[in-house]
């Protein structure tokens, strides 16, 4: 399976700086058998647009969505919308967001359909907190996840799905998880997903890692068995620290 890179920007940079990020990272020589997008702010998304031209690499990606058509919810995006403009991916359900702005399981299930109904693929966030890993409830916890984000969701269409699996106290604590247990958690996920689509299915969807991941450990995750990419927050701000990351994901 082609591995996949996400550069998430989070709340970073607004247009002009958007503009400049993917000018530089162009310049970038990267790895042709890796996909590659960036998870872009709205506002930004159109001077990112403008920078690629006809470049298709990175990919954009929106950071989230609204999962109604239209109408009156004030102050939301939807996932027509983000078709219109041409996102080819979006994120759902970041940790940051189920923290801050209280999205819940159902929340993430009709924003991932609405998406996917869309021709938008969902990348979809689901994660433990270090009192679920210490209780040793991590597994229980992101499996329910994973099994209420997909309720909405097909396999046999051309417009995949993500699952990226980012445990919460990994993110932007320099404390990554160790290859081994994030690679038993994805075999985990898998199950879940097998449950659903059936086994052959299920190792065609990629689950992607996130939390911590650098220039320096990205190798370590890209060549751990059932890790199908990585989702890369502030290693990826600096778009020649990502190049290099991206260029560090595989073997020389
Ligand atoms: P860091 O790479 O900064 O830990 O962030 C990970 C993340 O949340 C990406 O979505």
Not at 21 to 42: G, N, Q, S, T, Y
Not at 113 to 139: F, Y
């Amino acid at each position: 399976m082609k591995k996949l890179i996400i550069s998430n920007w989070k709340m970073n940079y607004g247009p002009i700086k958007a503009g400049a990020w993917i000018r530089a990272f162009r310049r970038e020589r990267l790895p042709k058998d890796v996909d590659i997008a960036v998870a872009v702010p709205f506002v930004s998304l159109p001077a990112a647009r403008a920078s690629l031209g006809r470049a298709s690499i990175p990919a954009l990606s929106a950071q989230d969505c609204f999962w109604a058509e239209e109408g009156a919810y004030t102050g939301e995006i939807s996932a027509s919308m983000l078709h219109e403009f041409g996102t080819e991916m979006c994120l759902v359900g970041h940790s940051e967001r189920r923290a801050f702005c209280g999205e819940t399981d159902d929340m993430i299930a009709k924003k991932a359909g609405s998406l996917q109904a869309h021709n938008i693929v969902p990348v979809i966030c689901v994660g433990d907190t270090a009192v679920q890993r210490k209780k040793g409830e991590h597994m229980k916890v992101v499996k329910a996840q994973v099994a209420a984000a997909i309720a909405m969701l097909k396999a046999d269409t051309k417009i995949p799905f993500v699952i990226a699996y980012e445990p919460v106290w990994a993110i932007g604590s320099g404390k990554p998880c160790v290859p081994q247990d994030a690679r038993d958690m994805h075999v985990a996920i898998r199950g879940v997903l097998a449950k659903k689509f059936g086994a052959t299915t299920s190792e065609k969807i990629r689950i992607i890692y996130g939390g911590s991941v650098d220039t320096r450990n990205i190798l370590e995750y890209m060549t751990t068995m059932g890790i199908d990419g990585a989702l890369v927050g502030g290693a990826s701000l600096d778009p020649r620290n990502f190049g290099l990351l991206c260029r560090a994901a595989v073997p020389a």
